[in-house]
């Protein structure tokens, strides 16, 4: 039954590699999809003129051990995996005082090129990526709900889904999108395996 209290949508948004991250911002904000964002990313989108909440003023934890830790947050995962229409989901949320994540637009950290342009052992090691594969895993796990963007190439799909169904994605899409994650990790696990190996 609807309240008539309005909803408020976020994406939250994580990203290395931030090109298009203008014509994403003013195409979210067609459909009053707000931000949330990590530290560069962050400041890159308010740099643009964009309000933008960040992260960890939200989950009132700062980023530790430069930067290895700042999206490991129960509060975070918690936003992003609960189910819609759990009651029992929805009553533990709504107790966290935490923003409705319904957006999880990540691209990760860039390990294989770095093994291209680097012989530094510690720098390719900082380019493992923890975080991100975190959240766009817990979105891509909730796809029934949630719509998880793990590629700049998606961001066209994303805008024209959003177009055609009247500012939401539709369940065949975030399906996709959730494939395209967990073949995303697949590879990208593949890489740091070999590298390890």
């Not at 766009?136 to 590629?151: E, G, H, L, Q």
């Not at 996709?176 to 995303?184: D, E, I, N, Q, T």
């Amino acid at each position: 039954m609807d309240s008539g209290k309005k909803i408020e949508r976020y994406a939250l948004i994580s990203l290395y590699n931030k090109a298009k991250l203008s014509y994403l911002c003013n195409n979210l904000l067609k459909y009053n999809i707000r931000f949330i964002a990590t530290g560069s990313t962050y400041q890159k989108i308010i740099s643009m003129g964009f309000r933008c909440q960040k992260l960890s003023n939200l989950t009132k934890f700062k980023e530790i051990l430069d930067g290895r830790v700042k999206t490991i947050h129960p509060k975070i995962h918690a936003s992003i995996l609960y189910k819609r229409d759990n009651k029992k989901h929805l009553k533990t949320f709504s107790k966290m005082n935490f923003p409705s994540i319904d957006f999880v637009i990540v691209n990760l950290y860039p390990f294989k090129k770095t093994l291209i342009t680097s012989k530094n052992e510690n720098k390719i090691i900082d380019m493992i990526d923890i975080g991100g594969p975190l959240m766009i895993r817990s979105a891509a796990k909730n796809f029934k709900f949630v719509t998880a963007i793990c590629d700049t190439s998606s961001y066209n799909d994303l805008i024209i889904n959003l177009k055609n169904n009247n500012g939401k994605t539709n369940l065949v899409f975030r399906k996709k999108m959730a494939s395209k994650v967990f073949k995303l990790m697949s590879e990208y696990d593949s890489v740091v395996h070999k590298w390890l190996s």
